[in-house]
Nanobody, 124 residues
Framework: QVQLVESGGGLVQAGGSLRLSCAAS????????MGWFRQAPGKEREFVAT????????YYADSVKGRFTISRDNAKNTVYLQMNSLKPEDTAVYYC?????????????????WGQGTQVTVSS
């Protein structure tokens, strides 16, 4: 089992920045590929970004490419999502997730463990 706890969400104006953190506990964190997903009201959960176990490979949704950066610190068992140039359409609950799948995967069903989510609200 892996327990994931997100933090860092909040209210920010359009054009602002936030950094989300996801702290993991339980099994060896570096064994897992990590991902960030988000879900806006009335919409399906969507992929945001993913990072390999080593941190050497990242992949982003087109909607956030160039604005968001995913990173991880295996010594601290934490994955981060730096969000810059935020837009109102980025408003959602953001979830981190862990998977043992090695290859890049954007499908939420391939992720085994999930955090409880953190709210991000971007005002116009």
């Amino acid at each position: 089992q892996v327990q994931l706890v997100e933090s860092g969400g909040g209210l920010v104006q359009a054009g602002g920045s936030l950094r989300l953190s996801c702290a993991a506990s339980g099994r060896t964190f570096s064994n897992y590929r990590m991902g960030w997903f988000r879900q806006a009201p009335g919409k399906e959960r969507e992929f945001v970004a993913t990072i390999s176990w080593s941190g050497g490979s990242t992949y982003y949704a087109d909607s956030v490419k160039g604005r968001f950066t995913i990173s991880r610190d295996n010594a601290k068992n934490t994955v981060y999502l730096q969000m810059n140039s935020l837009k109102p359409e980025d408003t959602a609950v953001y979830y981190c997730a862990a998977t043992t799948v090695v290859a890049v995967t954007t499908r939420s069903t391939r992720y085994d463990y999930w955090g409880q989510g953190t709210q991000v609200t971007v005002s116009s």
